[in-house]
């Protein structure tokens, strides 16, 4: 089964006609005690979920300043079971987490205890970007029979039939990797990705969010109207690091 408190939480944010909004930020980064802190300030913002990363050593998608958020993570002694346990200390998540990671953490500390462990969290989902669909199925069975969804990542590089066997699997909504590269905010997207948005639309009943390079709000906006919505990591890890909250309230508001 896929994820109810998710699906329903991006369902009633459409029908109040509002552009779906995810910010990704690092579990760890400035600390685990500040987390539910941050969620709760991204729930007040309008963010519809929150992409949770866990940082790891080896982030072959990630641009350089998540990677360097994931190093303070690490550097401060984050690990996937310190980000659980922390979440089970949360009263109750009113907002969906996923989780945002790559596919050897959750080997190395077990694919059924992971998912056993992040259904006691209240993680609503996961996205693993390194994980093909070739590959997925021991991982994609535990979370299912945890109600725990798994999202999957769209590329602009896929070809259609890969890209409508992506879109018809995926859980929660699907990610559309709206760049060619890693992530970082970027000024502008190619012409070609709005075209690209709308095919996924018609690929998938899930929502479909526009994900890598999204900075300000013109930006969001522009791609929302091809899709469900965007993902904005990047500019919100570095704001929240260097403490501008009022730059990411202004941009969750504005981007909705
Ligand atoms: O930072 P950006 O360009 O706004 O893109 C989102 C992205 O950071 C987040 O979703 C993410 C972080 N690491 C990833 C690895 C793969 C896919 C996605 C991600």
Redesign the pocket.
Known sequence: MTNLFLNQTLEAKRAEGKNLLIP?IMAGDGGLDILEERLAFLEACGAAAV?L?IPFSD?V???P??QDAGQRALAGGTTLEGVLETLQTFQTLTIPVVF?TYFNPIYTYGIERFAKDCASAGVSGV?I?DLPLEEEQIVTDSLNQRDISHIR?AAMTSPDERLTAIAQRTEGFL?A?SVTGT???RSKHDSQVKTYLQTLKTMTDAPVLA?????APEQARDLSSSCDGV?????I?DAFHKGETDTIKHLIEESI
Not at 231 to 235: D, H, M, N, W
């Open positions: 990704y992409e990363g982030p998608a990630d641009g300043v998540i945002m996205i970007p990542l990610y990797v992530t970082g905010a994900g890598f390079g999204i900075s993902i904005i990591g990047s500019k890890v």
